[in-house]
C-alpha cells in the first residue's frame, strides 16, 4: 500500500530531489563511521573518536594519523552501486528526478548513472596536491608509497577532495542543493537520520507539499512529512520503480 502511494506522489511530480546519507550507501556494504561500531572500533585502535581523526586539526597536526584512519576507514574501492543508487538514476533518465544531493563521498550515485549530483561533504576520488594544485585521481593517490600521500611532483601534501571537520562546505555545491530542493515539487529524504549538520538544514529549504521519508530509524523531521517509510531504502525505491 506504502509502495502504491509513493508510485502516486512520484507520477504526479516531474521535478524531484533526493537528499541522501550514510544509509544509502551502507546497502553497499560501506559502513556508517558515526554507528556505535565504528566508534568504538576508532576509540580502540586509535584512541580518538571518528570526527577528531577526520578533522582539519588532526590533518594538519599529524598527517601520519590522518591518513592511517582514513585509507582503512573512508575508502572503499570494492563498494558497488546498489538498488537505491541504480532506482534514481532511472527516475532521473525518465526525466522525474533533477537532482541527488548526497551527504555521502564514495562516487556511488554517479557509478549508477547519475547525472545531477551534489556532494556536500565532497568525494574521496578527487584528491589534489596543496602545494602545487596538480589533480590525483583515488587510484594514483593510493599507489603512491607510505601512508602520506606526497606529490611526486613537489613533495606537497595530496589533500583528499572531502570537507573535513572544522571545514566548511563548499558555497557552489551548497547553494546549487540549496536552489535544486527549494525549486522541487517533491522532496525524497533517504538514508539519513537527520542529524548532521548543516546537511539536515536543507530540509527547511523545501517548499513543496510532498515530503516522503525513507530511513530505517525515526527522524525528528516524522511529524512533518506527507509520508514515512521505516524500511530499507534500496528495497523501497526500486520496488516503486519497478511498479
Known amino acids: ?77 570494492d563498494a ?11 527516475l532521473e533518465e525518465i526525466g522525474k528526478l533533477k537532482a541527488v544531493v548526497t551527504q555521502n563521498i564514495d562516487n556511488l550515485h554517479q557509478m549508477a548513472g547519475s547525472k545531477t549530483v551534489y556532494e556536500l561533504h565532497g568525494s574521496v576520488y578527487r584528491n589534489y596536491c596543496m602545494k602545487c594544485l596538480r589533480f590525483y585521481t583515488l587510484e594514483e593517490m593510493l599507489e603512491i608509497e607510505g601512508t602520506v600521500p606526497y606529490c611526486p611532483h613537489c613533495g606537497g601534501i595530496i589533500k583528499p577532495d572531502v570537507v573535513l571537520y ?14 535544486a530542493i527549494a525549486n522541487a515539487d517533491m522532496l525524497i529524504v533517504g538514508g539519513t537520520s537527520l542529524v548532521v549538520y548543516p546537511a539536515a538544514s536543507l530540509v527547511g529549504d523545501y517548499r513543496g507539499d510532498k515530503l516522503v521519508l525513507i530511513n530505517k530509524s525515526v527522524t525528528s523531521y516524522d511529524d512533518m512529512a506527507s509520508m514515512v517509510i521505516h524500511e530499507s531504502i534500496g528495497e523501497v525505491l526500486s520496488s516503486v520503480v519497478n511498479l
Not at 590533518?59 to 573512508?74: M, T
Not at 572544522?166 to 540549496?178: C, F, H, P, R
Request: no cysteine; proline share 4%; charged share 25%.
Open 1 to 77: 500500500m506504502a509502495y502504491e502511494k509513493l508510485k502516486e506522489l512520484i507520477d504526479g511530480s516531474d521535478n524531484i530531489v533526493f537528499l541522501g546519507g550514510a544509509g544509502v550507501s551502507t546497502e553497499s556494504n560501506i559502513p556508517d563511521f558515526r554507528s556505535a561500531d565504528g566508534l568504538y572500533s576508532a576509540m580502540t585502535k586509535y584512541g580518538y573518536a571518528p570526527e577528531s581523526l577526520i578533522s582539519r586539526t588532526m590533518f594538519d597536526k599529524d598527517p601520519e594519523l590522518f591518513f592511517d584512519y582514513y585509507k582503512h576507514n573512508l575508502i572503499y574501492t
Open 80 to 90: 558497488k552501486p546498489n538498488l537505491a543508487h541504480f532506482a534514481l538514476a532511472k
Open 166 to 179: 572544522e571545514e566548511g562546505l563548499d558555497s557552489n555545491v551548497w547553494n546549487g542543493a540549496q536552489r
